[in-house]
């Protein structure tokens, strides 16, 4: 049938593409292959990247999951100091209720410390990034519910002032590094 277009009067002329012709129009209709990512910075004293198996990421996930940041933060808080022995009996009993009094703070510090983890984590899970403006919500949430066992309008207080608190210091951290 080809034959027959080829020497039938008034037949169009079967044109082929060459090579550089074929490329241009996939260039054109598609784009090139090499994406310019300036997020991925690879430095070539490393050696080759290396690809984590599934055991690293389960892993990794772990150590980045709300429930780890949040136990950590009240294991790291309540910390408290360690008791203080070979003193005389006055000082002794100062250190005991010194010890007593700032393993209070230690508890309740701990606690604000997961609850305020707790929040920024799942905060910045709900929003996919990570910025300043989690901490502030974060502070926000946590102080509001802290100061509402006074009443509302301490827990607005409370929400305001944790707020600008967790700001300044999320600021001090990211300018500082």
Same mark, same amino acid.
């Given at each position: 049938? +080809?034959?027959q277009?080829e020497?039938?009067? &008034?037949?169009? #002329?079967?044109?082929?593409f060459?090579? #550089? =012709?074929w +490329?241009?129009?996939?260039r054109? /209709?598609?784009?090139?292959?090499y994406?310019y *990512? #300036?997020?991925?910075?690879?430095? @070539?004293?490393?050696?080759?990247?290396?690809?984590?198996?599934?055991?690293?990421?389960?892993?990794?996930? /772990? !150590? #980045?999951?709300? !429930?780890? @940041?949040?136990?950590? +933060?009240?294991?790291? &808080?309540n910390? &408290?100091?360690? +008791?203080?022995?070979?003193? =005389?009996q006055t000082?002794r009993q100062? /250190?005991? =209720?010194?010890?007593?009094?700032?393993?209070?703070?230690a508890k309740?510090f701990?606690l604000?410390?997961?609850? /305020?983890?707790?929040i920024?984590? %799942?905060?910045?899970?709900? *929003?996919?990034?990570?910025?300043?403006?989690?901490?502030?919500?974060?502070?926000?949430?946590?102080?509001?519910l802290?100061g509402l *066992?006074a009443?509302?309008?301490?827990?607005?207080?409370?929400?305001?002032? !944790?707020?600008?608190?967790s %700001?300044?210091?999320?600021?001090?951290? *990211?300018?500082? !590094?």
């Open positions: 049938m +080809s034959t277009q020497t039938m009067p &008034g037949a169009q #002329e079967k044109r082929q060459t090579h #550089e =012709e +490329s241009y129009l996939t054109y /209709f598609v784009g090139n292959n994406r *990512r #300036e997020n991925i910075i690879i430095p @070539k004293t490393l050696g080759p990247v290396q690809i984590k198996t599934n055991e690293e990421k389960m892993v990794e996930g /772990f !150590f #980045e999951s709300c !429930f780890f @940041k949040s136990l950590m +933060s009240c294991v790291v &808080g910390m &408290g100091p360690a +008791s203080v022995s070979d003193t =005389e000082a100062v /250190f005991k =209720e010194m010890k007593t009094t700032t393993l209070g703070y309740n701990a604000i410390g997961a609850l /305020f983890s707790g920024e984590c %799942t905060i910045e899970s709900a *929003r996919g990034k990570s910025d300043w403006k989690n901490g502030t919500y974060a502070g926000a949430v946590t102080g509001g802290i *066992r009443g509302v309008k301490a827990g607005i207080f409370g929400a305001a002032g !944790f707020a600008a608190f %700001t300044a210091i999320d600021y001090y951290m *990211r300018s500082r !590094f």
